[in-house]
């Protein structure tokens, strides 16, 4: 017993110093990300074509016996060799008819390049800073003969932050550079409203596209506020600053104003996807409906039906493929948030596809 008493102590002394080492680690990490507000994070840039490379060279290896690879090696090394030759030669030529400027900005663009982008979309469309910053990173070397490929993955959520999105996206298409929208899994509702700004619209078979409507939901205990005998007071100034609320007692009026808010925003929405793409049938697909790609296709909501590595690979030979990523800085009091938060977030996208699982199977 007096071993299992020292013990407890000697625990509760062991996690008290470590949670006190925590606790300083964090306040002087905090502080520190106070004083580097400007440097909050940087752009990643990856070449997928030396990705593609890689991994057919990792086939081939196992492929190959001895003797296979060294004749393979060997004629590789030649048209490497030739390659570099030819581009050399090719840029000398430039230099001669053009200034040493144009000529430089000729042999870099002697393939077309492709810059990915992905989004991936929560409710609030958190990504779209990320999103602004990547963009502004590609438009500062992106031309008309180039492409951005946006892969988008998302639901849909509040109104004003996919609208925001979708600016973004539009700055691209402003600037005459083509672009073009990859959807594998989902671009509903506020994801349809990004993609549709795009030149074009490559989504797969089983993706699920369209629900462009507006929604809005709310819970109502002014019932249970009224029995319990507890009084809710709001004070506005304007008649519709509030319609409807969570505590009061809506009323007829309330709910007729509120609705006709969300009539307004859908009449908005209907008249955004017709402007990106006229050959929609808005009156037909504005029903909140959504379409998988098979059925999508034929209603004009997407162009062609591809998953987005196929879209790319198919031009890995003749086009450089750059995927371009913005990562933040995060703070150790971040990184724990953040931790949390993915845990808690996957507990309720768990129970979520649950209760949802009979929809789809």
């Not at 190959?64 to 004629?75: T, V």
């Not at 078979?205 to 005998?229: C, R």
């Not at 809506?250 to 006229?278: C, I, M, Q, Y």
């Amino acid at each position: 017993m007096e071993f299992l008493t020292e013990y407890g102590l000697f625990l509760a002394k062991t996690i008290t110093f470590v949670a006190a080492i925590v606790v300083i680690i964090t306040v002087a990490v905090s502080m520190g990300g106070r004083n580097k507000k400007s440097d909050k994070g940087h752009i990643e840039v990856t070449k997928l074509n030396e990705k593609f490379d890689h991994l057919r060279d990792s086939l081939r290896d196992a492929m190959l016996d001895d003797e296979e690879y060294k004749e393979f090696e060997k004629a590789e090394k030649k048209r490497l060799k030739e390659e570099k030759a030819q581009k050399k030669k090719a840029a000398k030529e430039m230099a001669k008819t053009k200034t040493d400027e144009t000529a430089s900005d000729a042999a870099e663009t002697t393939k077309k390049r492709i810059f990915v982008l992905d989004f991936y979309g929560d409710i609030k469309a958190s990504e779209v800073e990320s999103l602004r910053e990547e963009i502004s990173t590609v438009l500062t070397l992106a031309k008309p003969t180039d492409e951005v490929v946006v892969k988008v993955e998302s639901g849909g959520g509040m109104v004003h932050s996919y609208g925001l999105a979708s600016s973004q996206l539009a700055r691209i298409t402003n600037k005459n550079i083509p672009l073009t929208v990859c959807v594998d899994k989902v671009a509903a509702s506020g994801g349809y409203m990004m993609a549709c700004v795009a030149n074009k619209i490559v989504a797969a078979p089983f993706a699920i596209l369209g629900s462009i409507g507006v929604v809005a939901q709310l819970p109502n205990f002014h019932k249970l506020l009224k029995k319990n005998d507890i009084d809710y007071e709001m004070f506005t100034a304007g008649e519709y600053k509030r319609t409807v609320t969570m505590f009061g007692e809506n009323t007829e009026k309330g709910r007729a104003k509120f609705v006709e808010e969300l009539e307004d925003t859908h009449v908005l929405f209907k008249e955004f996807v017709s402007e990106h793409r006229p050959q929609v049938d808005v009156v037909k697909v504005a029903t909140g409906e959504v379409w998988f790609g098979r059925r999508a296709i034929e209603v004009n909501l997407i162009d062609e039906m591809q998953t987005s590595d196929e879209y790319l690979f198919a031009q890995a030979e003749n086009a450089d493929i750059y995927e371009v990523e913005f990562t933040y800085k995060k703070s150790l009091p971040e990184k724990l948030g953040f931790a949390a938060q993915a845990a808690v977030d996957r507990l309720l996208m768990t129970w979520w596809e649950r209760l949802n699982i009979s929809r789809w199977f």
